[in-house]
């Protein structure tokens, strides 16, 4: 079965610091990855998602980047945090096909202080 | 561009109460629809969905039907229970594409 891994479960950083988060998918070859960030009390926005390796399409302007190096492995970086980056980050895979559910991982809490 | 309108809420209901958030879509085509629940302190778990028009997706007492006239996806659960408080989110289509999200509160 396939199971996805995000990690660490919490993070707090300094304003200015750099910021990696790291996602993996066991259990499916080639599947399509997505970054969303879930601000306080409100709904998912898609940051990144990509169909393949090196395959990285950015939905909204912003302090972050995301690569993905390997099939099932996806990161999410930046190499400044600025306050506003605070979050709920949650990373989620789905099939390589269109319309189709994606599956997501325990997500990351991150505080920027 | 897709776009997802759920109502806001918070909705706080009393143990058995009936359920129903309303959601509704826009989008080129007919995309899947999909429910989502989120615990605190959770990832998304998928509730239910429903690929094509009249489609009724179904799982833990939850019902939505994919009506196509009205492009909407309500949530329905005739007798909630205290754990079914959660945050419930609905979803269409390719890169899925989410609504705001719904709080639910049921107190006993």
């Known amino acids: 079965s396939q199971t996805i891994h995000q990690w660490p479960a919490t993070l707090v950083q300094p304003v200015g610091s750099p910021l990696s988060l790291e996602c993996t998918v066991e259990?499916?070859?080639?599947?399509?990855l997505y970054w969303y960030r879930q601000a306080a009390g409100r709904g998912l926005q898609l940051l990144f998602y990509s169909v393949g390796i090196g395959q990285i399409s950015s939905e909204v302007p912003q302090n972050l980047s995301a690569s993905r190096p390997q099939d099932r492995q996806f990161i999410l970086s930046s190499k400044k945090l600025l306050l506003s980056d605070s979050g709920f980050y949650l990373c989620a895979w789905s099939a390589a096909v269109l319309n189709t559910e994606a599956f997501f991982g325990q997500g990351t809490r991150l505080t920027v202080v | 561009g897709n776009s997802v309108t759920q109502m806001e809420g918070p909705v706080t209901l009393s143990e058995e109460a009936f359920l129903t958030i309303n959601c509704t879509y826009t989008?080129?085509?007919?995309?899947?629809l999909f429910w989502y629940v989120q615990y605190p302190g959770e990832g998304l778990q998928l509730l239910l969905k429903?690929?094509?028009?009249?489609d009724k997706g179904s799982n833990k007492g939850f019902e939505a039907t994919y009506r196509k006239e009205t492009t909407s996806f309500h949530l329905e659960k005739g007798s909630v229970q205290v754990s079914d408080s959660a945050v419930y989110f609905c979803?269409?289509?390719?890169?899925?594409?989410f609504g705001g999200g719904t709080r639910v509160l049921v107190k006993p």
């Open positions: 429903a690929t094509k028009a009249d």
């Open positions: 979803a269409s289509g390719n890169k899925l594409t």
């Open positions: 989008a080129t085509g007919y995309p899947s």
């Open positions: 259990g499916t070859s080639n599947p399509n």
